[in-house]
């Protein structure tokens, strides 16, 4: 996401992993809080401000196949999908890891499933997902009750049966068995919740502050900040929790959601949201997304990819 000529598993590095290097990127002053004003700004306009934006979507096919999709502005340009397919259902996922040697590359994708037992899926693939393979490893949990699982290697997220926001951390045990744990409630009331993607964690007044996204059913667009003083400590308490409204309605038809920047810089946040049912795709971008959002400050970028396929699920 921070160049055209990159490839989308750099660019899905580049904008989901802790942004430790991307910090330089924000040079978010200190004290940096969101703007809690505009619940009802006008509509996005559109126009030359909204160019330069790129996402790269992860996620499942009708086909319950792994794929891979860059997008740029409105265009698509890329798609690969793993031959085999996936014998589970997989209803949401985040980001795990990504790296590349001598034979090849791999990207780790945490997925939580219809059986309610999450699992830490792995790609390794040779030029892109068209070549790749899986394999599966279950985490140690069962039966977790969660939903809308979303984050990268320090954070986790996800939104319990009874619409609690949880953060977690990604553990081993004495059996050297993965697992979530450590889970600690971030927010309540956010059952409404119908999409919800990771951005980043960056350091914005002195405080590490992982920013999500996501949607509502009754068709919010909202940014979530969370307060976390220490990443590294997995009985650290959250801190504060801040919500953004840019929207109060019109969103509520998206599936799932998936952020990239413009400009390269990940102040300015590049959202694209999948309408499933609709097979059809938007992105949004959001200057000073991490300074100062703001429903003022979002502008439509444009249908992406009309020709494509967008009848997608768990994508991040």
């Given at each position: 996401?921070?160049?055209r000529?990159?490839s989308?598993?750099?660019?899905?590095?580049?904008?989901?992993?802790?942004?430790a290097?991307?910090?330089?990127l924000?040079?978010?002053?200190?004290g940096a809080?969101p703007?809690?004003?505009?619940?009802?700004?006008?509509?996005?306009?559109?126009?030359?401000?909204?160019?330069?934006?790129s996402?790269s979507?992860?996620?499942v096919?009708?086909?319950n196949?792994?794929?891979?999709?860059?997008?740029?502005?409105?265009?698509?340009v890329g798609?690969h999908?793993v031959?085999?397919?996936?014998?589970?259902?997989?209803?949401?996922?985040?980001y795990?890891e990504s790296?590349?040697?001598?034979?090849g590359?791999?990207?780790?994708?945490?997925?939580?499933?219809a059986?309610r037992?999450?699992r830490l899926?792995t790609?390794?693939?040779?030029?892109?997902f068209?070549?790749g393979?899986?394999?599966?490893?279950p985490l140690?949990?069962?039966?977790?009750r969660?939903?809308?699982?979303?984050g990268?290697?320090?954070?986790?997220?996800a939104v319990?049966?009874?619409?609690?926001?949880?953060?977690?951390?990604?553990?081993?045990?004495d059996?050297?068995q993965?697992?979530?744990?450590?889970?600690?409630?971030?927010?309540?009331?956010?059952?409404g919740l119908k999409?919800?993607?990771?951005y980043?964690?960056?350091?914005?007044?002195g405080?590490?502050t992982?920013?999500?996204?996501?949607?509502?059913?009754?068709?919010?667009?909202?940014?979530i900040r969370?307060v976390?003083?220490?990443?590294?400590?997995?009985?650290e308490?959250?801190?504060?929790?801040?919500?953004?409204?840019?929207r109060?309605t019109?969103?509520g038809?998206?599936?799932?959601?998936?952020?990239?920047?413009?400009?390269?810089?990940?102040?300015?946040?590049?959202?694209?949201?999948v309408?499933?049912?609709?097979?059809?795709?938007?992105?949004?971008?959001?200057?000073?997304?991490?300074?100062?959002?703001?429903?003022?400050?979002?502008?439509?970028?444009?249908q992406?990819?009309?020709?494509?396929?967008?009848?997608?699920?768990?994508a991040?």
């Amino acid at each position: 996401m921070l160049g055209r000529s990159q490839s989308a598993r750099y660019r899905l590095v580049a904008a989901s992993v802790t942004l430790a290097a991307g910090l330089a990127l924000v040079a978010a002053p200190a004290g940096a809080v969101p703007d809690h004003r505009d619940p009802k700004a006008s509509s996005p306009t559109k126009g030359p401000a909204a160019a330069d934006c790129s996402t790269s979507l992860f996620g499942v096919s009708t086909g319950n196949r792994i794929m891979s999709r860059s997008l740029e502005d409105d265009r698509v340009v890329g798609n690969h999908a793993v031959p085999r397919r996936l014998p589970f259902a997989v209803t949401s996922m985040g980001y795990g890891e990504s790296a590349s040697d001598i034979n090849g590359s791999f990207v780790e994708i945490l997925s939580q499933n219809a059986d309610r037992t999450p699992r830490l899926i792995t790609v390794r693939y040779r030029n892109n997902f068209d070549d790749g393979r899986w394999t599966a490893r279950p985490l140690a949990n069962r039966d977790f009750r969660h939903r809308l699982l979303t984050g990268s290697t320090s954070n986790y997220f996800a939104v319990d049966a009874k619409g609690v926001l949880r953060r977690w951390h990604l553990l081993r045990n004495d059996r050297g068995q993965r697992y979530l744990g450590s889970g600690k409630a971030v927010r309540r009331g956010l059952g409404g919740l119908k999409t919800l993607t990771h951005y980043g964690t960056f350091v914005l007044g002195g405080f590490h502050t992982a920013v999500l996204f996501g949607t509502t059913r009754s068709g919010g667009l909202v940014q979530i900040r969370v307060v976390d003083r220490n990443t590294d400590r997995t009985d650290e308490p959250v801190g504060q929790v801040r919500l953004v409204w840019l929207r109060k309605t019109g969103y509520g038809r998206y599936d799932t959601a998936t952020v990239g920047n413009c400009n390269w810089t990940y102040n300015q946040a590049a959202i694209t949201l999948v309408d499933r049912d609709g097979d059809r795709a938007r992105t949004y971008k959001l200057s000073q997304a991490l300074t100062a959002p703001s429903g003022k400050r979002l502008v439509d970028v444009g249908q992406v990819g009309p020709n494509a396929h967008w009848q997608l699920r768990a994508a991040f």
